[in-house]
């Protein structure tokens, strides 16, 4: 089954904070891991409204700060960041609509977990449908390294808010990157090899 059909089985965790605490957090149940060293470097991040990656071999990191709040996912690097992407901002949409965060936390009685009864249901009804929520696009690109066509993931909020077509988006797998062009419609138009440095 393709991973974004099944990506509840590729989370390591999402985690929802704000700069002193976790406000949520989701975990598989077989898992007592913990992230708290990955969730202090990411807090150390001040730029809002922008997604950032960080790949640490095992797992792939995803997180942004928006709305006051430190949005993280963690998964296999099986999972291309754009479906994360996807992921997390549908989490900061439907945590939003279902709380108050700011009324809430200005009661001062914060306590870990006031979110979870509520919340966890909901979760679990995003990653279990995720492949139906109608979040991405799949694009079949060719990348003559590999002399494959591969599937690419795009957010369609990407596409949808994009400011001029095509949108340029670098697809980096296997050691080598390559740059596509992705019209309005969600159509490809041309893959390019590129260089990549960083
Ligand atoms: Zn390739």
Redo the contacts with the bound molecule.
């Keep these: 089954m393709p991973v974004y059909k099944n990506i509840k089985e590729f989370l390591e965790f999402i985690n929802i904070s704000n700069e002193k605490f976790t406000l949520y957090e989701w975990k598989p149940e077989s898992s007592f891991r913990r992230f708290d060293l990955d969730l202090n470097i990411i807090k150390e991040n001040p730029i809002s409204n922008i997604f950032f990656h960080r790949d640490k071999g095992n797992m792939k990191l995803v997180y942004i700060r928006k709305h006051n709040l430190i949005y993280t996912v963690g998964a296999s690097p099986a999972v291309q960041y754009q479906l994360l992407e996807a992921l997390l901002e549908h989490i900061d949409l439907k945590f939003n609509e279902t709380f108050n965060v700011e009324t809430i936390l200005s009661y001062g009685d914060f306590s870990p977990g006031l979110f979870d009864n509520e919340f966890n249901e909901i979760l679990e009804n995003i990653i279990r449908n995720f492949a139906d929520l109608g979040l991405v696009k799949r694009i079949q690109v060719e990348?003559?390294?590999?002399g494959?066509v591969?599937p690419l993931f795009v957010k369609k909020s990407f596409i949808e808010n994009a400011e001029s077509y095509p949108v340029p988006i670098v697809y980096s797998?296997?050691g080598?990157a390559?740059l596509c062009f992705v019209d309005r419609d969600f159509h490809h138009r041309g893959v390019e090899l590129v260089n990549i440095t960083g």
């Excluded at 990348?143 to 590999?146: E, G, I, L």
């Design positions: 990348c003559k390294v590999c494959t591969l797998h296997k080598h390559v």
